[in-house]
């Protein structure tokens, strides 16, 4: 049982960094693209409309994911997973949240490749006009959230199982007294 629970410590702690990494790599896409914000001109409309409505949009949306993934580490903490095994009202919450979290970055996976096909079929070839000279694509950080996303739905699957596990030996060991 004690190798168990500190499975479970084990993957709460790794579960709480890949959160919170999450939420600085959602900060970091949200300030890689703001040199396209602010263009003015009818030859870089496609930018500004991808900067202002694809991109922002995504940038709300993943971040909104973020903030549910630091919202499954306060439920941690209120519902006492770093200290003890989980009663099935904890179990219940935390895996529904898990599963959310899970999901949300499937969601994001899905998404962020569909931002970056559409940054990739823009033309930039007009932002010397408003003062934008040798610009470079950015794909790096298209593909970084491609491997923090596939890390935090690890993270989340291997949380969830340590803490079922936890719970299910904690029941077996209890009946059996």
């Not at 168990?4 to 990494?21: G, H, I, N, P, S």
């Not at 959230?145 to 969830?160: F, H, N, P, T």
Request: proline share 1%.
């Amino acid at each position: 049982m004690q190798k168990l629970f500190r499975v479970q410590k084990v993957m709460a702690w790794v579960y709480t960094v890949t959160a919170l990494a999450v939420f600085l790599y959602t900060l970091v896409f949200m300030t890689e693209y703001k040199d396209l914000f602010g263009l003015k001109l009818k030859q870089n409309s496609q930018i500004s409309f991808f900067h202002d409505s694809v991109l922002q949009t995504f940038n709300r949306q993943i971040f909104a994911l973020a903030l549910v993934g630091i919202l499954v580490i306060v439920f941690s903490f209120f519902l006492e997973i770093f200290t003890k095994v989980p009663d099935l009202f904890a179990l219940v919450v935390l895996f529904a949240c898990l599963t959310g979290c899970a999901g949300g970055a499937v969601y994001a996976i899905t998404n962020i490749q569909a931002v970056e096909a559409f940054y990739r079929g823009l033309d930039f070839q007009y932002l010397y006009l408003e003062g934008l000279a040798d610009y470079e694509h950015k794909f790096t950080t298209f593909r970084a959230g491609v491997g923090v996303y596939v890390l935090q739905i690890v993270s989340c699957a291997a949380y969830g199982a340590a803490m079922v596990m936890s719970h299910v030996r904690f029941k077996k060991l209890s009946a059996a007294e």
